[in-house]
């Protein structure tokens, strides 16, 4: 890995896999998942996969325990299912996965919302955790909460040029190369 000077590092990309939960969006109304490929690639990390699942606590387990399992998968990023109504399941299906939950991650992108949408937004159950590691975001299915979550959290952090730390740098696998 090479770095640019002193106190600057190399940008390390990432391969990433994002899942819309959601019963009634497909490829060609996923706008919000199409926001989140949009900014990660703009950023300079890949997509490992991008894919739909309907809101169904077992479905959406199976596919991000298959991303977890993947060495070449370093993130996974949700969009929907957060809230509180109906069939949201998204925060039951991750949570017993997590190795370790990054409780600042909700508490940081309610902070924001709130400026944003007010109160409302204590009805986001958004979460982030690691599990094999790899690191899971889960943030709601709105395309502007997923511009939030991306542009005001979730990008700085999985740059590693990000300081004075960022969650790339915890990434032995990465490092190691």
């Given at each position: ?108 992108f309610r902070s924001i919302s709130l400026e944003q949408i007010r109160t409302s937004t204590i009805q986001s159950r958004a979460l982030a955790g690691v599990a094999n590691a790899t690191y899971?975001?889960?943030i709601p299915g709105s395309t502007g909460a997923c511009a939030t979550a991306w542009d005001e ?25």
């Amino acid at each position: 890995m090479s770095t640019t000077g002193k106190n600057e590092r190399a940008f390390i990309a990432l391969q990433i896999a994002v899942l819309t939960v959601s019963d009634s969006r497909d490829e060609s109304t996923d706008k919000s998942g199409k926001l989140l490929l949009d900014r990660l690639q703009a950023a300079g990390h890949q997509c490992a996969e991008k894919t739909i699942v309907p809101d169904d606590i077992y479905e959406i387990r199976a596919m991000v325990s298959r991303w977890i399992a993947d060495p070449q998968v370093q993130v996974v990023i949700t969009t929907g299912g957060t809230g509180v109504t109906g069939r949201d399941g998204t925060p039951e299906a991750i949570a017993p996965l997590l190795d370790k939950q990054i409780d600042g991650f909700g508490e940081v992108f309610r902070s924001i919302s709130l400026e944003q949408i007010r109160t409302s937004t204590i009805q986001s159950r958004a979460l982030a955790g690691v599990a094999n590691a790899t690191y899971i975001f889960c943030i709601p299915g709105s395309t502007g909460a997923c511009a939030t979550a991306w542009d005001e959290i979730i990008s700085a952090q999985l740059d590693y040029r990000t300081r004075p730390c960022n969650l790339v740098e915890l990434m032995p696998r990465l490092l190691e190369r």
